[in-house]
């Protein structure tokens, strides 16, 4: 059975696909999600620590599914946490609207700043450690520069509809790690 907070981070994130983090109010939530505005104040306190906690789910889950397989060669790795990334259960519209009005809520407040970092520094040493593993000489700059590919093919799916798809978003990804791994 899902909770009422599941229920109103699912409408959270579905209000912010919506309607853009500013467009997203209590309102438009709670109607989503088919509750009373008091629920808000109930299970969070307030809009903002609701939004805070929808964002921490996305990277929480996110980082998790990113996280390396220990069994796997340094190349592998760096493969299945691309694959990870631009899974069907990671690569949905309303996740990876989320993911990017954080990343530009973030420039001008320090929770959702501190939480946009700290998933990205999860990324970045999850790649550094695989880069590593795999022998790439710079594995700091290789892991930095496919954390940026992936939010860019995010940004491009997003921007341009459904021209770039989840499996030519993977496949770039793919062709990104593979230079980055010099293969």
């Not at 959270?12 to 505005?37: K, N, Q």
């Not at 710079?138 to 590919?149: E, R």
Request: net charge negative; glycine share 8%.
């Amino acid at each position: 059975m899902t909770s009422t907070a599941d229920t109103l981070i699912t409408a959270t994130l579905e209000s912010i696909h919506r309607h853009g983090l500013d467009g997203t109010t209590v309102t438009t939530v709670t109607d989503l999600a088919g509750l009373s505005r008091g629920m808000v104040r109930h299970e969070f306190g307030s809009k903002q620590a609701m939004i805070v906690q929808a964002m921490e789910r996305v990277c929480s889950d996110w980082t998790q599914a990113t996280e390396p397989d220990p069994t796997l060669d340094g190349p592998s790795q760096v493969r299945a946490i691309v694959e990870a990334m631009f899974a069907p259960d990671v690569f949905q519209a309303p996740l990876i609207d989320a993911w990017l009005s954080l990343s530009v809520a973030a420039t001008g407040d320090d929770e959702l700043r501190r939480l946009r970092d700290r998933a990205q520094a999860i990324w970045t040493d999850q790649l550094e450690q695989a880069f590593t593993r795999a022998g790439v000489h710079d594995a700091s700059t290789a892991a930095l520069g496919l954390v940026a590919s992936a939010d860019g093919l995010w940004l491009r799916h997003r921007l341009e509809g459904h021209s770039l798809g989840r499996a030519d978003a993977l496949a770039a990804a793919i062709r990104v790690a593979d230079a980055l791994l010099g293969s």
